[in-house]
């Protein structure tokens, strides 16, 4: 058995069983794909998927069990490699970063600058998109660090941990009647057309779950992921607008939107750094998880991750 089984097993079922996009992937073929396979179960004695002609059909039982060491085996193979880059690189790499369009406009600049001033060489990659995205590409490996508010927390095989909180607040333009109103009720806002956020992102669920409870129903008229997207339409008075706190911290007073705080009708929100349960992770990762919060530092990461990687000046 090798690595290139593993490596075909693995994404065949990440791939949904589908040998053609599993080829693909792997930039090779789908027959030697399938051959792969064979061997590996022929070697191993049991059938890892059952088949219909040349179709994977299902994992089984036993292919479950394949499975969980395979991902571990490769897990520790990206450690390898990760280990041989540390120790020969010291200050020198790429950090990949995934996050969401909220996390990376509005919290993640300053901790990448002063990154940067610490590691001159570090290069930083960002990649942005869903909370369900940014999970996928910590579990790929395609992302050291992940940073989300929605639902990241549920993702098996992710240890995330809090990083800061925040809430939403109300956005319209100051001639508005509501901009006279200092706590605008769920019925006020439910009465006006409301900008917001695309479900999967930046608390909306929070939103709808707190309409939900009393049963209004909410007149949205347009929806985004981008924040500074929604403060424009709000200023071209097509609704009023449901945003990150993070979104006006650097407005400018007298400017051309006022803001309400909305923590007391949508409650606090929690947006978590998060990682691959079992990756080894490089000195400058450790750096800049803590340049995130000061709530996060080496010896509470280290001792979520189940990780015995500290070096000498790592005390817990």
């Not at 059952?50 to 036993?62: A, D, V, W």
């Not at 450690?79 to 970063?97: C, F, M, P, V």
């Not at 990448?112 to 570090?122: D, G, I, N, Q, S």
């Not at 992940?146 to 939403?168: F, K, N």
């Amino acid at each position: 058995m090798n690595l290139h089984q593993f490596r075909f097993v693995q994404e065949a079922a990440r791939r949904g069983l589908n040998l053609t996009e599993t080829a693909k992937a792997l930039h090779t073929s789908q027959p030697g794909v399938s051959k792969a396979i064979l061997e590996l179960e022929e070697e191993l004695g049991v059938d890892i998927f059952t088949r219909h002609g040349k179709r994977l059909k299902r994992i089984t039982e036993p292919g479950l069990q394949v499975l969980k060491s395979i991902d571990a085996i490769m897990r520790e193979v990206g450690n390898l490699k990760r280990i041989g880059e540390e120790y020969s690189l010291q200050d020198a790499g790429t950090l990949s970063i995934a996050a969401t369009h909220t996390q990376a406009r509005y919290m993640l600049p300053e901790p990448v600058a002063a990154l940067r001033k610490r590691f001159p060489k570090v290069m930083v990659s960002m990649h942005q998109g869903t909370p369900a995205e940014v999970a996928r590409m910590l579990l790929d490996e395609s992302a050291d660090i992940g940073m989300a508010t929605e639902s990241i927390h549920e993702i098996d095989g992710l240890v995330t941990l809090p990083c800061y909180e925040w809430q939403h607040v109300l956005v319209l333009p100051p001639a508005h009647p509501l901009a006279a109103v200092e706590r605008p009720t769920l019925e006020q806002l439910a009465a006006e057309p409301l900008v917001s956020y695309q479900s999967a992102f930046t608390g909306r669920r929070r939103i709808d779950a707190a309409f939900a409870q009393r049963r209004l129903k909410p007149n949205f008229v347009l929806e985004a992921i981008d924040s500074d997207v929604l403060k424009t339409y709000v200023k071209l008075g097509l609704g009023i607008g449901i945003v990150a706190e993070m979104a006006v911290r650097d407005d400018p007073p007298g400017g051309d939107l006022v803001s309400r705080p909305l923590g007391y009708l949508f409650g606090q929100n929690i947006s978590r750094v998060a990682f691959k349960r079992g990756a080894y992770l490089r000195n400058f990762v450790y750096t800049f998880a803590e340049l995130l919060s000061d709530r996060l530092n080496r010896a509470l990461i280290a001792r979520a991750m189940g990780s015995e990687q500290e070096g000498d000046d790592y005390v817990l």
